[in-house]
């Protein structure tokens, strides 16, 4: 099987447990689901990394820490949708599991300076009015350098 | 990129960590961002933008210049 098919395989497994059940699975996971050897699951996070899809966890090519929009551990940015409890990256990426689900849902966020808590949510298809405003500290270029810190 | 109540709350975050204010977005052209990265994130024909896509995604939000263009070496 060409590597490209393998990694759509992989990565359309690895997302299709996320939203199913909150939780980024790992390497052993996804071979279960998919029925793949894990060494090939993980050949293909290695290159979904390379296509700048995935994150793996730094030191542990079994585990994700990034499958944007979902994070792999807890974050500040935890989502509710379709009765679940997701992990975001960021703020860009708790609106981007409502995308990415095609759902309502809530987010609940704080003040990067107060730490005010702040709700963010999507209902309709739409964001609920607030005025809150998101600062992007690292210019696009560089976003892939420390995607954990952007 | 963080969540702040005001750009006056944002203006005390640069300071006290001493990082130069960037740009801002409001949450509507933050859901627009979403919509355009991860809506078809589930599916076979998922894909990350390229380059100049993300530029013509950005500029269609009002977001333009080289803050926003992933090929400019303005930042190195």
Redesign the interface.
Known sequence: MPDRDLD?EV??GL??IT?ATGQVPNSAQVSRKIGLDESEVIAAFAHLHG???LLPEPGDPTRIRMA??FSGIPTKFPVEANGKRYYAN????A????????CDAMSH??????G?P?V?E?KNG??V???????????????WDNLIF? | MLLFRSEENVNAWCAAQNIPRRPLINLEQLWQLAIHWYANRLTLESRRPGPDEMVSIFASLGLTGPFWDPKSDQWK
């Open positions: 759509t990565k359309l997302y299709e939203a296509k700048r899809l944007p929009p960021c703020v860009w990426d609106y981007g599991i409502a995308a990415a689900l095609h966020a704080s003040d990067g300076q107060t005010e702040l963010l999507i739409r964001p009015p607030q005025t809150c405003v998101a600062h992007f500290a690292v210019p696009a270029a560089h976003w952007t």
